[in-house]
């Protein structure tokens, strides 16, 4: 169902932590960007546009064609070294009612897009693979298109294996030195990719597929990370988007200019939706199967036991207190459907037997893991204070005490613990976007914001659709991480959308959650692994 809304007002409060933040860097004598230069400048040569030869794709019978695209590693030298971007289409299924190109580009950074396309596209109602072909793409760094490595498979595996869900005395300092240590490994080992790696750069991949593709302009689908892409995209490329959805929206300016505040955000809002289940269970002890009606002391009697005397796991690896919080980060974000699957499965943990929370981070994992640090190091600029860092590191974990100690003071892995490695970066940042989150001149962009999501605050989406020169957003009243396919009412008004551009109207609530689902029925958010991103079946 829908009702109405006033959009969200500018919040002061948020843009004045900003300053004081811009002008704490100023005074220690660190610009929140990188230099620009000034002056006159002989104007780069044009860019060569890849020709893209289609084929079939290695191993697949899906219906989708691959090609490989050839794109500058350093845009700012355009005809010297290129690198293969992978990637992936299927033809509208009707071509009589064509109207373009859909690219999909999903969350991360870290997941590939291929997959993304391929595994979605039968989520996708009739009438967009009807109408679009349906674009993917692994952008630079991920997968197909060259994977980044920072941490090995070794290191990786015995840094989470030694991690805790109830860190000890000196945890600080040990991010902070394990931070120093990814950030050398990934300049040891992928120097000469990680500096082109950013955001900016991949929109202007994006772009050079567009005419490649031989489209004028295009239509775009990007959730979590991919809506800070799209918004990036639409800041370089304003008239070159027909219609674009950013679900699971960043505030531009705050993740990539004050990324402390924006952490410290995502702290808080994962640990609330963690105590928002809780509570659930708490309230609905039966339905849950945990905790007996105290949830909150139970979780934290069983991340130290796990701790104490970790379950071997039949890979051989230990499951402790942090493989638990590591695992709820993820599935906290299927939303309240699964909320009784979730209770369950932490009462196997609580009886050590084998459950998806006592999953220890995997190979494919730690491929996901060094992109989803490294991109976000090469687009965001934290502080360089040592000091600056230990005391706000210090205050996020301590705003989130239930998930913050075991993912703030661990080794370097999802969105929330970046600052230790991204404030001691060794590498440059030719490939970050500096310019006007603006998009002046764009179509309209339509900005979902999910209320209750763990992942990407709400008040994000707000920021966003007022940031953009015309932004529309619509919000769904709703637990979870994103809202596209979780929401009849979202899922209509998107499709109607993008394929007739028609907007919502401003203030519209979808408030057709779904509730916790009946004990035992299985959901496609069970089990939600870091690795694997899909647009969820509409139910």
């Known amino acids: 169902m829908q009702t109405r809304l006033a959009d969200g007002p500018r ?20 610009s929140p960007g990188a230099a620009t230069a000034t002056g006159l400048t002989t104007p780069p040569p044009p860019v060569p546009v890849p020709v893209l030869s289609w084929g079939p794709c290695a191993g697949q019978a899906d219906g989708f064609e691959c090609a490989t695209a050839r794109v500058p590693l350093d845009y700012r030298r355009p005809t010297g070294r290129a690198i293969p971007i992978a990637v992936t289409r299927r033809v509208a299924a009707d071509p009589a009612r064509r109207a373009g190109v859909l690219l999909l580009h999903p969350g991360g950074p870290g997941n590939s897009g291929v997959d993304f396309a391929r595994n979605s596209y039968a989520a996708l109602p009739a009438s967009l693979r009807d109408s679009f072909d349906v674009i993917g793409y692994d952008m630079r760094g991920v997968g197909r298109s060259g994977q980044v490595e920072c941490w090995n498979d070794q290191e990786y595996s015995a840094a989470v294996d030694a991690a805790r869900g109830v860190p000890g005395p000196g945890a600080l300092q040990g991010a902070i030195r394990q931070g120093a240590e990814f950030a050398n490994a990934c300049r040891d080992r992928s120097g000469d990719l990680v500096p082109y790696i950013g955001t900016g750069s991949n929109a202007k991949d994006i772009d050079l597929l567009r005419q490649a593709l031989g489209e004028e302009t295009l239509s775009f689908y990007g959730r979590s990370f991919g809506s800070y892409v799209g918004t990036v995209y639409a800041a370089q490329f304003p008239r070159r988007v027909r219609a674009m959805v950013l679900d ?59 701790d104490a005397d970790p379950v071997i796991t039949a890979s051989g690896r230990p499951a402790t207190g942090y493989t638990l919080a590591y695992r709820l980060m993820f599935n906290i974000n299927s939303g309240k459907e699964i909320w009784p699957e979730l209770g369950q499965a932490l009462r196997a943990a609580q009886a050590r037997q084998a459950t998806f929370l006592l999953n220890p981070p995997s190979p494919a994992s730690f491929d996901f893991l060094n992109v989803n640090v490294a991109v976000e190091c090469a687009d965001r600029v934290y502080l360089t204070s040592r000091l600056l860092l230990g005391a706000l590191v210090g205050a996020h974990v301590a705003s989130a005490p239930l998930l913050g100690p075991a993912i703030g003071l661990g080794p370097p892995t999802y969105d929330h613990n970046h600052a230790p490695a991204c404030a001691q970066w060794p590498a440059e940042r030719p490939s970050r976007f500096e310019g006007s989150y603006r998009a002046a001149g764009s179509a309209p962009i339509l900005v979902l914001g999910t209320t209750g999501d763990p992942d990407t605050p709400y008040q994000d989406a707000v920021a966003l659709a007022g940031t953009l020169d015309n932004g529309r957003l619509l919000t769904f009243a709703g637990e979870g991480h994103t809202a596209y396919n979780r929401s009849a009412c979202v899922s209509a008004l998107v499709t109607d959308y993008l394929a007739t551009l028609a907007l919502p109207a401003r203030g519209t609530v979808c408030a057709d959650e779904t509730p916790a689902g009946a004990l035992g029925r299985r959901t496609a958010g069970v089990e939600v692994d870091e690795t694997r991103d899909v647009i969820p079946a509409l139910r």
């Open 248 to 306: 699971g929206a960043y505030d531009p300016r705050r993740y990539a200019d004050v990324p402390y505040a924006y952490d410290g955000a995502q702290f808080v809002a994962l640990d609330a939706a963690v105590s928002r289940f809780l509570d659930w269970c708490a309230q609905n002890a039966a339905a849950c199967g945990f905790g007996e009606g105290r949830p909150r002391e139970a979780f934290e009697q069983l991340k130290r036991a796990l």
């Open 11 to 30: 919040k002061p409060l948020v843009w004045g932590i900003s300053l004081v933040l811009i002008t704490v860097a100023a005074l220690l004598g660190v």
